[in-house]
């Protein structure tokens, strides 16, 4: 998925990556409907919430391991207090491994990835 090339590089590409994040998450918030609803389908949480999920739960976890933020109040009104509202959801909140583990996890997936990106380089 293009959103999760900002984790797998860095330097130039990464750059790149991350403002292409940036235009698909402003997509999002202007074209998705959050600015008159709490979800993206009306008040009550549905398929497409579900969809993006991942922007509320690994998202700000790969943020967090990459030093990067994307998701901030002044850039995201719309989107930071949906991904908010879907992580107050009680089966969401409670199915979701703790964040410690998450950022442990993709601490480590990044460092293959980076690992495997420069090999390809020299090559």
Known sequence: MQMMEFFLYDGERQ???IKETLNILRVIENESGLSEKMF?????????DIALGWVAHTLPVMEEVVGVKFITIDAFPHLHSWVKNFLEIPDIKN?????EQLVEYFRERRKVFLAMASHHHHH
């Open 15 to 17: 750059e790149r990556a």
């Open 40 to 48: 993206i389908g009306g008040n009550t949480i549905g398929l497409a």
């Open 95 to 99: 199915n979701l491994p703790p964040h």
